[in-house]
């Protein structure tokens, strides 16, 4: 089904789609994104990190069979980098191939020929405007780039269009499904939320994250997969510098499995906490404070 039409029928529909791709979706998740694909609207997913909110993105794009994009924010991002840039390199060589000529008509020739088509390097907000295939966007960590790409990002998730002044304005001819993601390090502008639907994902409950580790490793014994969620939890509960995401927890189960052990007991909690803890002080504070979880 092309992300042009709706791509879910309903919300149980989401829901057992990416199931399909290895993603565990309740009923808020699935709603909302049925939502934002019904609605047309782009997504902002805020959360702690290591909850799943760029899984999702890609869980998305696969179920529905589309590209997925990924512009990475952080920090000094910029219009080049976000949006589009010239090839300077290639600009420069062009005006030095056609430097023969002195005359204002052969310059206005290089001129016009520098900015076109084949002098323009796309990136991954106009690659994904420019697609005509299904596309989802995916705007991750939003809260790490810079208030200006906020306001760059407001053309692009207002009108679905970029201006490059050299060659006008490109609007969208099938509209991406756009995810932005949050680890709510600063607070994202207004205009830009009202232009989304929001959706605020925390770290699941024991029973499902333990559903979320069987169904991605399959081979560890129920008794077990129990025993490592309750260490995790415990984990997060303390004051880490780097909580377990639940990326690490399906690591570790994976670990365990690997090792071979029958148990997960206080022994092989601590000499595997490199899996999931990646700090010394967390790993010294973890194995003086944590006290036996797993049988």
């Not at 069979?65 to 062009?94: P, S, T, V």
Request: aromatic share 6%.
């Amino acid at each position: 089904m092309s992300l042009q039409e709706h791509a879910f029928a309903d919300v149980a529909d989401v829901r057992e789609r990416l199931r399909a791709t290895g993603y565990l979706a309740d009923e808020a998740i699935a709603t909302t994104v049925f939502l934002a694909d019904r609605l047309r609207k782009p997504l902002l997913v805020e959360g702690p990190a290591g909850v799943g909110k760029t899984e999702l993105a890609k869980a998305l794009a696969t179920s529905v069979g589309a590209e997925l994009i990924r512009l990475q924010c952080y920090e000094g991002l910029d219009e080049a980098r976000a949006l589009y840039e010239w090839n300077y390199k290639k600009q420069l060589l062009r005006i030095q191939a056609g430097s023969g000529s002195s005359d204002s008509e052969g310059w206005q020739q290089a001129h016009d020929d520098i900015f076109s088509e084949e002098f323009l390097l796309s990136r991954p907000l106009l690659t994904a405007i420019r697609r005509e295939e299904p596309t989802v966007l995916l705007v991750d960590e939003t809260d790490k780039a810079d208030v200006e790409v906020e306001g760059l990002l407001l053309e692009v998730l207002s009108d679905f269009q970029v201006t490059i002044p050299e060659l006008g304005t490109i609007t969208a001819v099938r509209r991406p499904f756009v995810v932005l993601t949050s680890n709510a390090t600063r607070e994202l502008s207004e205009a830009l939320k009202r232009r989304c639907l929001y959706l605020n994902l925390e770290y699941p409950s024991a029973e499902r994250e333990k559903e979320i580790v069987l169904s991605r490793v399959p081979d560890l014994p129920e008794k077990l997969a129990e025993s490592l969620v309750r260490v995790v939890r415990a984990l997060r509960a303390m004051e880490l510098k780097k909580a377990p995401s639940i990326a690490e927890t399906i690591d570790w189960a994976h670990t365990v499995l690997a090792l071979g052990f029958d148990t997960f007991d206080e022994e092989a909690v601590a000499s595997t906490l490199g899996v999931v803890l990646k700090h010394a002080s967390d790993q010294a504070r973890a194995i003086s404070h944590l006290k036996l979880t797993a049988n």
